[in-house]
Each structure stands twice: as C-alpha cells, then as structure tokens.
C-alpha cells in the first residue's frame, strides 16, 4: 500500500486531471459525436475485467464478513456438517457484553494513537533536520531509512526479537553499559506493557521513513521568501514553523496521520510473530483478537463480529483519509 | 519543533558552527535508524558461538559464512523461495495487465460513474487485510484452493489489483493528454495513440509500479501463514523454522533474515528512484 501514497503524496501537485468530461471526446467534431457514443461503453469494458476479480476476491469476502457475523458458523459448518443459522445480533451482544473486549478495544485504540502520535512527531523532526544538516550527512540518513523501510515486516520483527532477546540480545547488553544499569536477563515480554512498548518501537521505527520521506518531498514545497518574511516580522523558529510550514503542510500531514492511524489499528504479524504465533491475553489487540476467535477458539463468526466492529471504528478516519486523498488528487 | 533552533539571521562563521550540532544530530538518528539493520548482518556473519557471547561485539572480529550455509538446510529454502517468486510474478502480471486497463479508464474517459469507482477503488484499500482473513479462508476452502498457490495468488490480488491501478492511475494522469491529441490529429487511432505515445512514457512507472507489487506480495506474512500448508510455505513463513522447542539458532536466522531482505532492500532502492523519476520523466520535449 504504501507504495501508492508515496506517489500520490510526492506529486500532488502534478497531477491535475484537467478537465474530465473532455477525456472521452476526439478533437474535432467528428469525434465528438463518437465520444459522447462510445464514452460509456468503452471505459466500462476496460473496467469489467478488474470489477470482475474484485468483485470475486474482495466483494464477496466482504458480504461473507457481514453475513457470517450474524450466523452461527463454527467447527460443524466449516465442515458442512451442519448448515449455518442466522442469530441476529447474538454475535455483537456477546461480543459486545464482553469485558474483555473492551480492554482490547482500549488497548488498541492506546497503542495506536501513542503509535501514530510518535511516528508523526519523529518523522516531523526528522524530516526538518534534513535539510539543516550536510548533503553527506543527508545521504546516510536516507540511506538507512530507505533500508529499514525496504526490510520485510517478518524479517523486521525477527531482528527486533533478536536485539531484544533476554539472554544474548544486545538491547539488554547496550543498556547495561551504562553506569547502575543491571539489564542482563531481563525479559521484556514478561509484561505486558513492557513488550508492546517494544512492539510499538518497532512499529514506529517501520513508519517513521515513509513519513519522513513524505515530508521533505513536502518541506521542498514551502517558500523560502515566506519562512524569511515570516522571520523579518519576528517569528521565531516555532513561530515559522508553526504558521508557516505547517499550513502548507497541512494536506500531507492529514494523510499521513489517517494512514498511520489505518496502519497502526492493523498491526498484526508485529504482534503475532513476536509472541510466537500465540499472543498471551495482555498482548492482544483488536485484530489478533479477531484472529483468535476465530482460528483458535474456532468461533467465526465471533472473529467477524470483532473484524467488522474494528473497521467501523476504523470508518470515520477512513473518510477523512479519502475525502484528502479526493482534494490532493482533484478527482472531482 | 525544537529542531528549529538555529536562528537564520546569524551570521555565516556562527552558522558554519550550528551546522556541526545538527550533523552529529543527524549521524545520531543515521546510527539509530540503521541499527537493527546493522545488527542484522553483524550476526548473520559471525560465528554462532560469538552470537551468543554474554559480551556482544559490536564491531565484527571474525567473519563467516557458516550461517548461511545452515540457514538453506533449514527447512524447505530454495522450494519456499520458489513458491514466493511464482505467486509474487503471477500476482503482478495479472495486476498490471488488467490495473492498466481500468486505470485508463477511470483517467482518460469521463463517463457516469467513475467518481463511484475511483472512491469505491480507493476505500477498498482501506480494509484492513486482517479483517478479511475469515471470510477469505472460508471462500478458499469451498473453492477446494486451500494449501494451493493459486489460491494464494486469487488472495494477492484483493490488495495487489487496487494499488496497482491507483498507482498507474497516476502515472497516466502525468503524461499530458496533449501528446495523444496531437498523434491523432496526425492520424493515429486512439488506440494507436495511446500504443505509440502514452505507453512508451508510461513504461518507467509501469516497472516500478510492477517491482513495488512484487515487493508488496513477496513480504505478505499473513495469507501466507494461513492459507498454505507446513509443506507449501512460502519465503516469509520459512523464517520461522529457526525456532523450535530446543531453542532459537539466532546466528542462522539473520543468515536467513539478510537473505530475505538484501534482495528485496535493493530493489526497492532502484524503484525508490525510478517511482520519483518515472514521473516526470521526458514528458513534453519541445
């Protein structure tokens, strides 16, 4: 995914797609009988086969997640034992009348924000020390962001459990350098706290170049002469930054803050991969919740309740994200 | 914010002397950035005793290949490695070949509708790929695609096809509608229009929109985990058969973990440049 915002966010201000409703007509009246003609059927037969497959891969699963999430659907039916019952909202009562479920959806809703709320602040601070630092020193900083960017999740997290070992890793063994520090041996994943703030540094650690890179593409944009005149007329340095920068800011900094928040309430394999495929109770979060219900209590129509909860929580900031990614691009 | 400190004003020796502070800022956040990576090849070249030395070099003293060596007797490498290129390459030819249909269409024709499309495009790449997992396996098992690669690859797409045609939508965009009038008033088609004049700049965008889908498809863990069998893994999952009851062979599976990323950190630098450069590349020369 990322991949896309990164373009849409590097050049916004590139692609502007004039003026649509020329789009189908030929110069020239001849054409123009022809466009308005073929202007329906020829884009909608350059669309069918892509609605087509996500109409297979994403439509269904996506009507199968709502239906399923009012049926009883276990063991049995998964097997075709028994056929599968519609019970209303008995699913979301449950769910709902869960107290666990409510720490989890706390935990979550605390995991992501904290999440979200370093990865901007790092990247933002970041993204405004590169360009006060040397060219080589710029060079390096992308190059080890590019790099820790580019690395697989899973081999990401294998490395982070690496450094973070109890016995051998080399977190414990750095921390125990310095002076009345005694760190050998401890285990961060005993608690619960402890082990997602580690999970949450390497979150943050995963998040933190797309957002930096993202940011000095926008930095580039900002007008030297304004932060000077802002700066004659006696702004300090937040003064700059905080009514100039960020106002020409504003747009990519509301993107990436609704796609962090995306990412960060999805976080799974980080969680899951870390705690070796069975995350204890303190560890979970909505989505490895879900996941439990469902693979391991066998439960799926549970699990799809608590997916289908989790993405209308996720619903309004998915509006937001949309309706800035609509403006950037001017798709209207 | 308090990075800002450097007053502008100053005068040029003073600011020569700020620039020092900011660089050993700036090595100190290149340090802690790269450390995991740094760390992850430091031990993949070590010898696993020094691995676990209760007193960790942080510097390399002796260098080895022995890691690797054990990391490929590791369960099934060059076969999960096989699996991984199939489903990643097929994904993508199958993104790019009908993305860049309806990415044309949904950027050079305006029809009723496309406002829906485009939003609907868009929102389904907000669902979060976890969410979907249940209803997925459920659709797989009636298929009878259970523990098969095609059945993988029919998954890929739920978020391969949306990215790819939002992305190339971009592209197309870019290159100016100007150029394909102009080859038609000089008598082409649309179609050999588009063939002659759009694709040949849309190219560059087309392989890094392609490399980036590959990337995307070969890193995917979780599909993976739950759609394929023990004997069908792919290259994501293969990394956890370093851990078992006995104990976890660390020094090996950053042998494994640098095998994994190497190739995929650098293919990803290539595009990182080519994503910028594709697209304004060449796009009206006089």
């Known amino acids: 995914m990322s991949a896309a915002e990164t373009t849409t966010a590097k050049v916004p201000p590139a692609r502007r797609d004039p003026l649509p409703g020329a789009g189908s007509g030929r110069p020239g009246e001849p054409g123009k009988k022809r466009g308005t003609g073929g202007g329906a059927a020829v884009p909608w037969a350059l669309l069918a086969p892509c609605l087509l497959v996500l109409a297979l891969v994403l439509g269904y699963p996506l009507v199968r997640l709502v239906t399923l999430s009012f049926q009883k659907f276990g063991q049995p039916q998964l097997w075709g034992f028994k056929a599968a019952e519609s019970v209303g909202f008995d699913n979301f009562t449950t769910v709902l009348g869960d107290a666990e479920f409510w720490q989890v959806v706390v935990r979550t809703v605390l995991f992501a924000a904290t999440a979200v709320v370093l990865t901007m602040v790092i990247g933002m601070l970041i993204a405004l020390l590169l360009q006060r630092v040397s060219g080589w020193v710029k060079t ?51 608690d619960g706290t402890q082990g997602l703030a580690v999970i949450m540094l390497l979150v943050v650690w995963g998040a933190v170049p797309f957002v930096v890179i993202t940011l000095s593409a926008g930095l580039t944009q900002v007008p030297k002469e304004l932060e000077e ?61 879900s996941y439990e219900k469902a693979f391991v209590v066998n439960d799926y129509s549970q699990g799809s309740a608590i997916a289908l909860l989790t993405v209308i929580l996720l619903l309004g900031v998915i509006a937001v994200y949309m309706r800035q990614m609509l403006k950037i691009g001017e798709v209207e | 914010m308090a990075a800002s400190t450097a007053a502008a004003p100053a005068a040029r020796p003073a600011r020569k002397k700020n620039k020092l502070g900011w660089n050993l800022l700036g090595l100190l956040v290149f340090v802690t950035a790269g450390f995991p990576v740094y760390w992850m090849l430091n031990t993949a070249f070590k010898p696993a005793k020094d691995a676990i ?4 070099h942080l510097f390399p003293t002796n260098f080895t290949l022995d890691n690797f060596k054990r990391a490929l007797q590791i369960g099934d490498f060059w076969g999960s490695i096989g699996r991984s290129l199939t489903v990643s390459l097929v994904v993508v030819l199958i993104g790019i070949a009908v993305g860049l249909l309806a990415a044309l269409a949904i950027s050079r024709f305006a029809f009723r509708g496309r406002k829906i499309v485009i939003v609907g495009i868009l929102a389904v790449q907000m669902v979060p790929l976890v969410a979907m997992i249940i209803p997925v ?45 102009a080859a038609m008033v000089d008598g082409c088609s649309r179609t050999g229009a588009f063939i002659r004049v759009v694709f040949p700049l849309l190219a560059p965008g087309m392989v ?39 104990g976890t062979e660390y020094a090996p599976m950053m042998a494994g ?19 910028a450069a594709g697209l304004t590349a060449g796009a009206v020369k006089g």
């Open chain 1, 140 to 190: 390096l900083i992308n190059i080890a962001l590019v790099a820790s960017w580019g690395m697989p999740i899973v081999v990401a997290i294998t490395v982070f459990k690496w450094m973070f070992d109890s016995d051998f890793g080399v977190l414990n063994w750095l921390l125990s350098q310095l002076p009345g520090v005694e760190m050998h041996g401890h285990n961060w994943f005993t």
């Open chain 2, 257 to 275: 973990s640098t095998m994994m990323a190497v190739p995929i950190v650098i293919l990803f630098l290539l595009v990182q440049r080519k994503m």
């Open chain 2, 208 to 246: 890094a929109t392609s490399v980036y889908g590959f990337i995307q498809a070969w890193n995917e863990y979780l599909y993976a985990l739950m759609l394929m069998s023990q004997n069908h893994q792919t290259a994501t999952v293969w990394l956890s058969n370093f851990t078992t009851q006995h």
């Open chain 1, 229 to 289: 005149a802002a700066r004659l007329d006696g702004a300090g340095s937040w003064g700059v930054f905080r009514h100039v920068t960020m106002p020409i800011l504003k747009p990519v900094v509301v993107m990436l803050a609704t796609l962090s928040v995306i990412w960060d309430m999805g976080v799974f394999p980080q969680v899951f991969v870390m705690r070796g495929g069975h995350p204890e109770a303190e560890f979970q979060l909505l989505t490895t919740y």
């Open chain 2, 53 to 56: 030395d209760p007193d960790p």
């Open chain 2, 137 to 181: 396996f459920l659709l797989l098992n009636d298929l009878g695609q259970y523990d098969k690669l095609s059945g993988l690859i029919i998954t890929y797409l739920t978020f391969i096809l949306p990215f790819t045609v939002w992305t190339l939508r971009g592209f197309i965009v870019n290159v100016p509608k100007e150029l394909e009038e």
